[in-house]
Every structure is written in structure tokens, then in C-alpha cells.
């Protein structure tokens, strides 16, 4: 048993390169934390700095709450398995499983039986015999995995342990790993890039991005309640549908949300109304997902977006239709930046508390935005709207590089309905995500 505590870590190679910045994390006794995140993001940097592989730039790793910095691999109590397997190859299988405690000493006969426990645990029991290179993909990361909880270590440290097998192969070991790792109590630091690795076999998820921490909790958790634009993008298949809005309060009413040619209205008494009207005149970025959206009859009223398709995918049990609502997407990057389509529309502003951004009412009670007709000058000596060019996700310059949205929206397998058919969907307006300029979720009462 053991826990891991990570105090401001961060880690700069020579070229000066950050692959960690300033990261805190702590994995309790007996969890199985995934770190998850693209390639490059940092992750297995992560796992080298617990292992004693690399040394923090600055910051603390504790283990079991002793400062561990200057810990010796050998002395830490951990067992790492790698994504090459690295298995000795003129080794036998149970040569190669009982190597760690041949080196610690332990006499033949206790070995051997401590083999043939761990083997036959991981079903690879009749092939101890074999070498490396007789076994299959899946036999050989099972011999790997042997060959660390032979050690009974107190923390497993795992690489991206299934990246090289066959799809079909790593959904089997995906539920051996979990089930094994809960079985032993063993607490768990796992890498991937692989979300499906992540929400299925985690106690919680850490999600990283260009070496920083952006989002953790329980999958329900970073699922359903992504903390960043970045983590909102990165989870779900299909992706969340992200969205330009401009947002309009009217008072005591609705809080009208406009994308384009279509707009939604988040009610008053809604919870997250109070949080989103602090935007009053500005853009935002709406989430929804798949299957937030149903299609419904095009005559139906509500809150319901209207389009045609623009293309169809079928995958068999289901079918995905991509809509065009006359609305402009927000891409984010997969490797951890902004898509350069979006990278050069910046400058949404951030101008206060709902207060400040009142000037006047309209007689249906509109508040209407700072830098219009009906308010002339600055808030609080601050610049209108067109005053500052922040940061953000958007901006007046660059319109054309922006990208139509393409609604992703769940059918039924091959459906009736082919290219340039319209359709209208019905959206749960409960399940929409919403997110500041600066990728920030905008939101209350926070899990």
C-alpha cells in the first residue's frame, strides 16, 4: 500500500523545454489514478519523476508522506510497467517473472511457487517454459505485468501498457489490469492517451495538457462536468459539439443565447442563468453533446436548433448526422493548443460583474451591451467591447478563418435521410456546458 503526493512539481529539461508546470496531485492509498492526456502533454515525464527515473526541476514527490526526491528507484517500492514489455529475451517466461526476486535474494523454492501464484493469476501458467519471442502481444505484456506483481510493490507505475496491442486485446486486458490491481489493493498510477482506457478502468482522472494540470476527478465527474474548453473537446465520442454564442440577458425572463441563425433561451430560474449573465453583450463558448440533442419533428417548438444534414456516418449500431446550423465551432487542438483557425480569432472581453455592464434597459427589459448607441463611452474607466483585444478564443479580425459548425447529432442505424435533408433537434437545455473566453467553465456550485 502506498500513497503518492505531488507538491508544485515541475520539470524543465536542458533545451528548456517545461513537460511539467508547477503540477499538484495527490493518489490516495489503494486508487487507480489515470493520467491522461495527448502525446507530449507530459504524462510519462510525470510517472519517470515517481519512479525516482528523473529528477524534479523543483517541487516535492512524497510517497507515503517521506519526501522522495532523493530516493534511489530500488528504494521506493514500486514496479513499473512499460509499454515495450522489456522482457529479457534468452529468459524464459518464468525466468523472466521471477528476475526481480532472484536479484532480492529470495531463495529458489519460495520463487518458484511465487511464479507459478502470478502465472497462473494472469492465465500465462503453461507457458512459463517459453521464451519472449514465443508468446503473442497479449502473453508477453501478461509476463510484464507478472514479472511487477511478483514484487508485491506497494505502487504500480504503468506506460501506456496496452498502446501496441490489437483493439480487441486491450478491451480484454483493460478489465484484467482493473479487476487484478482492485484484487491486490495495489495503488495505481497509470499513463494513457487512450480516453476509453481512462473512464472505464479509473478510480479518478488527472487530465493534462502541455504539462499542466487542467482537470481531476471520477470519469462521471470529467465527463460530465469538464472544468476546462480543453478537457470539454478532449473526452466524448463523438466530440462535444462546441459553439459560438453571444449572450443577451433579459431580466426576470430568459437569458437569449445567440449562434448564428439560431438561438436558445437558458431560463431565468435556471441556476447557471445568474453565472452566464455576467456576459451580457459578449461571446461564449456553449458545449452540447450527442446525446443532449433529439431529433424531433421540424414543426416542433422549444428549444430546438433546425438544419440540414451535411453528411452522415454509419458505425453499425448507430449513426452520427453532422448538421449544418448556420453557427460558427470553436476547434480546439488535439495536442494541447488552440487550432490555428481559432488561434487567430482572439480578444473576447471580460468586463465585470452583471452591474457594471448595465448602461440602460430597453422596454422589454434587454440590458443593453457597453459600446452601443444607448451606452456611449467606458465602464468604470474601462474600455467598451471594441476597447481591449485579450487572449481569448475570439475576435472581430480573422472572421474568415472561422469554421462552420457541424452539429453531431445520434440517429438510429441507417436511417431515411440522406445528404442535405433537414432535421430538427430538440436540446436538453440542463445538459449544456458553457465556457469563457479564456476556456474557463463558467459555472455555480461546482461538483
Same mark, same amino acid.
Given at each position: 500500500m502506498a500513497t503518492v503526493a505531488l507538491k508544485d512539481v515541475t520539470k524543465i529539461f536542458g533545451d528548456g523545454t517545461v513537460a511539467v508546470d508547477n503540477l499538484n496531485l495527490d493518489v490516495g492509498d489503494g486508487e487507480f489514478m489515470v493520467l491522461l492526456g495527448p502525446s507530449g502533454c507530459g504524462k510519462s515525464t510525470v510517472l519517470r519523476m515517481v519512479a525516482g527515473l528523473e529528477d524534479p526541476t523543483a517541487g516535492a514527490i512524497l510517497l507515503d508522506g517521506e519526501l522522495a526526491n532523493d530516493l534511489a528507484p530500488r528504494d521506493r517500492r514500486i514496479a513499473m510497467v512499460f509499454q515495450d514489455f522489456a522482457l529479457y529475451p534468452h529468459m524464459t517466461v518464468g525466468d523472466n517473472i521471477g528476475f526481480p526476486l532472484r536479484l532480492s535474494g529470495v531463495e529458489s523454492g519460495t520463487r518458484g511457487e511465487r511464479v507459478a501464484d502470478v502465472a497462473s493469476a494472469l492465465g500465462i501458467g503453461d507457458v512459463l517454459a517459453r521464451r519472449p519471442s514465443q508468446l503473442s502481444g497479449g502473453q508477453r505484456q501478461r509476463v510484464a505485468m507478472g514479472r511487477a506483481i511478483v514484487r508485491r510493490p506497494g505502487l504500480f507505475l504503468m506506460d501506456e501498457p496496452l498502446s501496441n496491442l490489437d483493439s480487441g486485446l486491450r478491451a480484454e486486458l483493460r478489465a484484467e489490469i482493473s479487476g487484478l490491481t482492485r484484487e491486490l489493493g495495489v495503488t495505481t498510477l497509470y499513463v494513457t492517451h487512450d480516453q476509453a482506457e481512462a473512464l472505464t478502468m479509473a478510480d479518478r482522472v488527472a487530465i493534462m495538457r502541455r504539462g499542466i494540470l487542467q482537470?481531476?476527478?471520477?470519469?462521471? @465527474?470529467?465527463?460530465?462536468?469538464?472544468?476546462?474548453?480543453?478537457? *470539454? *473537446?478532449? !473526452?466524448?465520442a463523438p466530440r462535444m459539439?462546441?459553439? =459560438? *454564442?453571444?449572450?443577451?440577458? $433579459?431580466?426576470?425572463? $430568459?437569458? #437569449?443565447?445567440?449562434?448564428? =441563425? @439560431?438561438? !436558445?433561451? !437558458?431560463?431565468?430560474?435556471?441556476?447557471? *442563468?445568474?453565472?452566464? #449573465? $455576467?456576459?451580457?453583450? =459578449?461571446?461564449?463558448?456553449?458545449g452540447m453533446r450527442a446525446e443532449a440533442l433529439t431529433p424531433v419533428p421540424m414543426d416542433t417548438d422549444g428549444d430546438v436548433l433546425r438544419g440540414r444534414i451535411r453528411y452522415l456516418e454509419h458505425h453499425g449500431h448507430e449513426s452520427l448526422a453532422f448538421l449544418d446550423i448556420g453557427a460558427y465551432a470553436v476547434i480546439v487542438d488535439d495536442v494541447g493548443g488552440t487550432a490555428p483557425e481559432v488561434a487567430e480569432t482572439r480578444g473576447l472581453r471580460r468586463l465585470g460583474g452583471l452591474v457594471r455592464r448595465m448602461a440602460s434597459r430597453g422596454g422589454d427589459g434587454e440590458l443593453v451591451p457597453a459600446g452601443t448607441a444607448a451606452h456611449n463611452g467606458h465602464h468604470n474607466g474601462r474600455p467598451g467591447p471594441g476597447g481591449r483585444n485579450n487572449s481569448g478564443v475570439f475576435s472581430d479580425a480573422g472572421r474568415h478563418h472561422r469554421r462552420p459548425a457541424e452539429l453531431a447529432v445520434r440517429l438510429a442505424p441507417y436511417p431515411q435521410v440522406t445528404n442535405g435533408h433537414p432535421l430538427a433537434v430538440a436540446v436538453r437545455m440542463e445538459a449544456l456546458h458553457f465556457f469563457d473566453d479564456r476556456g474557463a467553465r463558467i459555472d455555480v456550485g461546482w461538483r
Open positions: 482537470d481531476v476527478g471520477t470519469p462521471t @465527474q470529467v465527463y460530465g462536468r469538464p472544468a476546462t474548453l480543453y478537457v *470539454a *473537446a478532449f !473526452l466524448g459539439n462546441l459553439l =459560438e *454564442a453571444q449572450v443577451y440577458v $433579459h431580466l426576470d425572463r $430568459h437569458i #437569449a443565447l445567440h449562434m448564428g =441563425e @439560431q438561438t !436558445l433561451y !437558458l431560463p431565468w430560474n435556471d441556476i447557471r *442563468a445568474r453565472a452566464v #449573465a $455576467h456576459y451580457h453583450g =459578449e461571446r461564449i463558448v456553449i
